[in-house]
Every structure is written in structure tokens, then in C-alpha cells.
């Protein structure tokens, strides 16, 4: 086997090699013989069918089913031989050739590039220190009411925090358009889960009453073929509900696992669940700029055919929320995607090296200690430790989570690491603090 490899721009490779005819024919020539054993050809007898007969009647399917096999193994060969890292699939074509005792044919494709990570010393990170206090345990106890309340119709006019059920039905330039319909949908005043102007649009009405709203779809809307359009809503109330909060007892306590201890009891476990969220907060926020600072002080260029192949990924994925939302489906351009995606592979190649020379290791404690900590917020912690411990790919997630919290933590043996005080909605939640 001969093999040259020429340097393209930049990551790209164009590998041609050659082999003998003959590697192929005894194969070809053994197959062939194996058929006439077990073929059935109507006329003749199984195991007495003449070699030309096989010949003319299977011969050209072998000789394609063993080059193919043939290509794959001489290229894998080829690249072990060269040492070289393909990123992504390679595309192949066969050269013409004079030479009936060679088969020649050219493989292009991307390789990994060479990485020398860059040392962290120097970078600064901050790490927030929160305190939960008394008024935010106050202020998530009420919206834990609110997520609980229930609603009573009404009579009068459609106010703030009401819940006003409608249906509805959107024209643009008079022409129906693909979700324009809500038949019995609850809205509820102030939530925003409508767009901009129709929940002020029905502040005000009662049931029965018939209102026309003329309002935009937001230049960002998800649904393209609409998005920054003027819509004309038809719009009919058919209730108008005031919602009541439930009593803090221990009926209502019940409802979240406590049986007793009463009010002190349930803020103490509406604590505990505001700890946890928050430090899984702090330490995504804290991972976000080592992982930022890390793609920043090391420029690599990175395999394009892996960042075309993330980007349809991540358009599929998303296509699949739409519609798993009820949205149809949403033809993406994998182009919106290619930013984001150019980052996941930039990282991924990143974090990988760093793994390696820093001899960075995830052990099965450690991973089975978090599948522990992921477990223990769900009812039946078991039944998710057992998901995780019997699915490999599962398996696999959990262990490049635990990695990439070690590589934060390595980061921070590096750099300095400067504390910030915040409150807890100022942490949590930046824009209900601004507002």
C-alpha cells in the first residue's frame, strides 16, 4: 500500500493511496466460490451452479461489497501509517487509473489540530457569597401560595392577577396563519405568557364580552413566518376568575412532605430547597467564566465539518422542543446555530486536553456520589440511581459533568478567586432586582 498526504488550508488533509489489485481478487474469488455452494438459481442444481453463472449473476455485487470493505480498511491503515487524527468522516473518490494491477483513490478530510493548553495564572474569577434571609424566604413562600392558588368566577371586570379564559382566533392582512386558534385558554393577568399588549388588551373585560386587539408578533418570535408581523386578534371571554391563595396550615403543608412542626418546620424545608438551587447557581455561574476564560486565552482553530455537524444537532434538538410544545414544526437554519456550536466543539476539544495532560480523572465514587446528590431531590431516590447506574450513555453524561467540575476546580487552584457579596434576588433573580 502506497499513501501521500498533501496539507490543504488550514485542518484539511487530502490522503491518496494505493493498492493491489490482487488484495481484492482473492477475496472476491473465495466469496464467489462461497455463493455457488448456496445459491439458488432456477435451472440448476444447489451446490453444482457453474462459476460463470455465479460470475454474471453476483459478481459485480461482491467486487463493490469487498472495495467497500477494501476503502475502509486501507484508509484506517493509511492514517495509523501517517499518524493523523481525522475529525469527522471522510469523503472519498476514486482516481482513474491505467493501471489494472492498482486501485487509487483520494480521501479529503479535516484533522484535529495540535493544542497546547494555555496556563490559567494571571486570570481572575469571582465567586458569589449569598445569604438567604428571613425576607427571602418570606418572598419565596408567597410564590409558592401563588403557584398553589386557585380561582373563582367572577362578575366584574378582568383585574390584575385575575385569570381570564378566552378564545381567540389571529388574522394577518386578513389571512389565518399556522396556531392562530386558542379555544378555553386561561390567561393570567400579569404573567406575560401572552404577547406584548393583549393582556392589557382584555384588562377590564367581563365574560361574555367580545373584543379586537391589534397588536405585533416581537421581531424575535420563534415562529418565523410571523415574527415582527401586525396581527388582528378575535378575541372572546368566557370567564373572568380571582384567585385565592391557600392558607398556610398544615393541610397545605402536607401537600410538600411535612407532617409536622407547622410553619417553622415548612420554611425550614423551603430553605433547604432554596440552598440547593442556589448553590448549583453559584457553581454554574463560577463554571461559566472559567469555561469563558478558558476559550478566550486559548485561539484554536477547530475542525469545520464538527462544528456543521453540532450545529444540526442542536437545530434538530430544537426542532424537536417546538413540536414536543405544541408549536409545528420550525424549519432551522443550521446557520443560526453555527456561533453556538463552534463554541461546544472549541470547548469540548479544549477541556478534553486539559483532562489529559493535567491527568484529570472522573473515579466511579465520585460519579456514583453525584448520581447520590442528583437523586436525592426526587421522591424516590433509588429508581434514579438505578436509571443512571443501568444506562451507559447515561452513565457517560454524569461522568463528563463530574470531569468538568474538576476542571473548575483545578482552574481555581490557578487563578485568584475574589468573593462578591449579593442578596439572594439580587443573585437569583437580576432583572426582578432591577425592576
Excluded at 247 to 262: V, Y
Amino acid at each position: 500500500m502506497q499513501v501521500s498526504v498533501e496539507t490543504k488550508d488550514g485542518l484539511e488533509r487530502e490522503m491518496v493511496v494505493e493498492f493491489a489489485t490482487a488484495e481484492m481478487n482473492g477475496e472476491v474469488h473465495t466469496r464467489l466460490q462461497s455463493l455457488s455452494k448456496t445459491a439458488k438459481i432456477n435451472g440448476f442444481r444447489p451446490g453444482k451452479i457453474p462459476m460463470a453463472v455465479i460470475k454474471k449473476r453476483y459478481g459485480g455485487q461482491v467486487e463493490a461489497e469487498v472495495l467497500n470493505e477494501k476503502l475502509q480498511q486501507t484508509y484506517y491503515e493509511a492514517i495509523n501509517q501517517e499518524k493523523l487524527k481525522p475529525a469527522g468522516q471522510p469523503k472519498i473518490d476514486m482516481i482513474e487509473n491505467d493501471d489494472n494491477d492498482t486501485f487509487k483513490y483520494k480521501a479529503v478530510f479535516e484533522i484535529y489540530p495540535e493544542i497546547t493548553p494555555a496556563s490559567l495564572d494571571g486570570q481572575a474569577f469571582e465567586k458569589a457569597n449569598v445569604n438567604i434571609g428571613e425576607d427571602d424566604i418570606d418572598s419565596t413562600v408567597d410564590n409558592i401560595r401563588k403557584q398553589n392558588q386557585t380561582f373563582t368566577d367572577v362578575e366584574r371586570g378582568a383585574q390584575a392577577d385575575d385569570q381570564v379564559v378566552v378564545d381567540f382566533t389571529g388574522t394577518i392582512d386578513g389571512e389565518a396563519f399556522k396556531g392562530n386558534e386558542g379555544q378555553q385558554v386561561p390567561v393570567t393577568l400579569g404573567q406575560g405568557q401572552m404577547i406584548e399588549g393583549f393582556e392589557e388588551g382584555i384588562k377590564g373585560a367581563k365574560a361574555g364580552d367580545n373584543l379586537t386587539l391589534d397588536l405585533k408578533f416581537p421581531e424575535d418570535y420563534h415562529y418565523k413566518d410571523v415574527a415582527g408581523k401586525d396581527v388582528q386578534f378575535a378575541v372572546s371571554v368566557s370567564a373572568v376568575k380571582e384567585a385565592t391563595l391557600p392558607e398556610l396550615n398544615d393541610e397545605f403543608f402536607a401537600k410538600f412532605g411535612i407532617k409536622e412542626g407547622g410553619i417553622d418546620a415548612f420554611r425550614a424545608e423551603v430553605k433547604k430547597n432554596m440552598q440547593l438551587e442556589l448553590d448549583k447557581a453559584i457553581s454554574a455561574k463560577l463554571k461559566n467564566q472559567v469555561m469563558d476564560s478558558i476559550l478566550e486565552i486559548n485561539d484554536i482553530t477547530v475542525p469545520q465539518s464538527l462544528v456543521e455537524e453540532e450545529a444540526k444537532n442542536m437545530a434538530q434538538q430544537m426542532q424537536s422542543q417546538y413540536q414536543m410544545e405544541g408549536q409545528g414544526e420550525a424549519q432551522l437554519q443550521t446557520s443560526l446555530f453555527e456561533d453556538q456550536a463552534k463554541r461546544r466543539v472549541s470547548l469540548g476539544m479544549l477541556l478534553a486536553e486539559l483532562v489529559k495532560v493535567n491527568e484529570i480523572t472522573a473515579s466511579p465514587e465520585s460519579v456514583k456520589e453525584k448520581i447520590n446528590e442528583l437523586a436525592a431531590t426526587y421522591e424516590n431516590p433509588q429508581e434514579v440511581m438505578d436509571y443512571y447506574m443501568s444506562d451507559k450513555e447515561k452513565l457517560a453524561e454524569i461522568e463528563s459533568f463530574v470531569l468538568e467540575e474538576k476542571i473548575v476546580d483545578w482552574a481555581c487552584e490557578q487563578a485568584t478567586i475574589a468573593e462578591k457579596d449579593f442578596s439572594f434576588t439580587e443573585f437569583m433573580n437580576p432583572k426582578q432586582e432591577e425592576a
